[in-house]
T-cell receptor, first 107, second 115 residues
């Protein structure tokens, strides 16, 4: 079972770039890395997914080194509305969430 | 496109009572998931269906929890009898397929309080 490790919490200020790193040492060849965002009283929402190198969409970037044993979610210029819990998931067919990283954006 | 629908949104019951939750996935999505999320924790997968077949129910407490997806569309999750520790949010999600690269779409959840 590919176990993921993330920081429990992070604080940031509006306008800053936030990088959240997830460790997944036992990632398998077929595994994709997927990040979700969850606001209070809502279900998780897909942010970004990648397999290797770098992926960018309108919300975030995902950086994956060559060994794929970690990944970094990058949120550019965060705002107060980015305060949420962020989860990284790694495991083919096995959607098991860890505790996630609670990001608090301050004014 | 309509999202994942769940009902009820809130439920309060006493321990030892029974409760059922309903989920309607996104149209055409073959894979359906039920999660339990206890306050302060990440969602815990209870059961995963592919069409009307069970793919993974290894974390479902089968002595009290049951789930079905008879026609491969809607699903119900039942708890009988409920315990205090079952107080949580029950999330339903769906995806178009089984592959991990398929994005999961989550419903708003049902918040259960067991007294």
């Amino acid at each position: 079972l590919a176990k993921t490790t993330q920081p429990i919490s992070m604080d940031s200020y509006e306008g800053q770039e936030v990088n959240i790193t997830c460790s997944h040492n036992n990632i398998a060849t077929n595994d994709y890395i997927t990040w979700y965002q969850q606001f209070p009283s809502q279900g998780p929402r897909f942010i970004i997914q990648g397999y290797k190198t770098k992926v960018t969409n309108e919300v975030a970037s995902l950086f994956i080194p060559a060994d794929r044993k970690s990944s970094t979610l990058s949120l550019p210029r965060v705002s107060l509305s980015d305060t949420a819990v962020y989860y990284c998931l790694v495991k083919l067919y096995d959607m098991r969430f860890g505790a996630g990283t609670r990001l608090t954006v301050k004014p | 496109e309509a999202g994942v629908a769940q009902s009820p949104r809130y439920k309060i019951i006493e321990k030892r009572q029974s409760v059922a939750f309903w989920c309607n996935p996104i149209s055409g999505h073959a894979t359906l998931y039920w999660y339990q999320q206890i306050l302060g924790q990440g969602p815990k997968l209870l059961i995963q269906f592919q069409n009307n077949g069970v793919v993974d129910d290894s974390q479902l407490p089968k002595d009290r929890f049951s789930a079905e997806r008879l026609k491969g569309v809607d699903s119900t999750l039942k708890i009988q009898p409920a315990k205090l520790e079952d107080s949580a949010v029950y999330l339903c999600a769906s995806s178009s397929g089984l592959a991990q690269k398929e994005t999961q779409y989550f419903g708003p959840g049902t918040r259960l309080l067991v007294l």
